[in-house]
């Protein structure tokens, strides 16, 4: 570093000024200029989009100081940012065709669905994408026909969601032999890249929890553990239930197989509350745990220990982290415990983020797991502490829950 003497007009006098030296040019030159250009650099790779850490790693600076800078190169022009942390050359996105993504959503009907696709949605408009949506209706069948409408329309790239894992093949194969990537939320699907649930260690979560509520309330003992199943989700979902057993046996090591009951509730609400309904005129059980692959046939099952006015015979922890779960832990003397959360609001910016690195060819992993944590009714507002501003959704996700 130099010193460089120039003139000050006002004051006539001399004035110090820090420069760094072109070793080539031998003339002075602010080191933020330099900084910029080094960051402009990393774009003539023929790379249309770079993030914070890639930038500030190639170039060397830390990331804060690469972040003031790129603030200032956007504000000036020379960048975009379409998205959180990602950067594009302004004339680069000028001259980049829009990219078109087919998104499959797994049903209307679950809040849980309803959430991820919002976010998805929102995700996809902040990067500059087209989304092309259809609604799988929980059908197998609409999911082939919705992949076929994919592969017509000519996407880019596919976002699946669907709950069949038999009908993973024939939805994959249309779109692979169109050599359309695939992104599967849940389900795992041939060939494609998957982002959803650590299934086995939420359901680690989920056991440990259930222990935990039963040595407290009743001391370890446990007549039978009722375990909430959808088969047609395949053995990757069914590993959360696997889980239960697993991190409940942490707790209670005596838990016999015998004591375990898999029943199929199909996944839904009023499954769940009917064939719950018949178990019990022929089950006398005293201490029950209950565990399900989601929150709407853990809140049938509630709903069914209730109605036959043995609320205090059963203890439950679910899983999603659902509106109508956050409702039912937020209800004074539920027996619902906890509820694992998934956090489907927050789905869109990674998924969308895998999507644009594919399709840019970048490496992308193979499987991107969601980050689970337990949510209960002690930190249920620190996680959502906006669920009690809206008060219609709660009153209305309550009364659902509770029917």
């Known amino acids: 570093m130099d010193f460089i003497s120039m003139r000050n007009e006002t004051s006539h006098k001399d004035t110090l000024y820090y420069a760094s030296r072109d070793p080539e040019e031998g003339l002075p030159s602010n080191r933020s200029v330099l900084r910029a250009c080094a960051i402009l650099r990393c774009f ?37 940012r379409p998205n959180k942390n990602i950067y594009v050359h ?11 993504i087919g998104y499959a959503t797994q049903s209307h009907e679950f809040s849980f669905a309803r959430l991820v696709s919002d976010s998805i949605r929102s995700s996809a408009y902040e990067s500059g994408m087209e989304l ?21 329309e000519h996407v880019d790239l596919v976002i699946e969601f669907q709950t069949y894992v038999k009908g993973a093949s024939n939805v994959a194969s249309r779109m692979l032999d169109a050599q359309i990537p695939i992104i599967a ?33 009743w001391h370890g003992t446990l007549d039978e553990l009722m375990l909430l199943e959808l088969p047609v989700a395949g053995p990757l979902v069914r590993s959360r239930l696997t889980g239960v057993i697993a991190g409940l046996r942490e707790g209670i090591p005596d838990l016999l197989d015998e004591k375990i009951h898999f029943i199929n509730c199909h996944g839904r609400f009023e499954s769940s509350l009917e064939i719950v309904r018949k178990h019990l005129r022929h ?38 982290g659902s509106l109508e779960a956050r409702c039912e832990l937020r209800r004074p ?3 619902l415990v906890a509820s694992v959360g998934y956090f489907p609001e927050q789905f869109g910016e990674t998924i969308i983020q895998i999507a644009l690195d594919k399709i840019q060819g970048r490496q992308v992993p193979q499987a991107t797991f969601i980050k689970h944590k337990i949510l209960n009714r002690e930190n249920v507002d620190t996680f959502y502490p906006n669920d009690a501003i809206s008060g219609k959704y709660e009153a209305d996700s309550l009364l659902y829950s509770r029917r």
């Open 333 to 335: 003397g539920s027996s």
């Open 90 to 100: 302004a004339t680069g996105l000028a001259r980049s065709r829009r990219y078109r």
């Open 185 to 217: 939320i849940e389900i795992p699907h041939p060939g494609a890249l998957f982002y959803g649930a650590n299934n086995y260690r939420a359901g680690l979560l989920a056991g440990k929890a259930l222990a935990k509520a039963c040595l407290a309330r």
């Open 132 to 152: 092309l949506e259809l609604n799988n209706r929980y059908s197998q069948t609409v999911a082939v026909r919705n992949a076929e409408i994919f592969v017509r």
């Open 44 to 80: 003539e790779k023929s790379r249309a989009t770079m993030g914070l850490a890639q930038i500030a790693k190639e170039t060397q600076l830390s990331k804060a100081t690469a972040y003031r800078l790129l603030t200032t190169l956007v504000n000036g022009g020379m960048l975009d």
């Open 283 to 320: 089950d006398r059980a005293q201490h029950v745990l209950i565990s399900s692959i989601n929150d709407p046939s853990c809140l049938g099952a509630l709903s069914a220990f209730e109605e036959a006015g043995r609320a205090d015979n059963c203890m439950a922890v679910s899983h999603n």
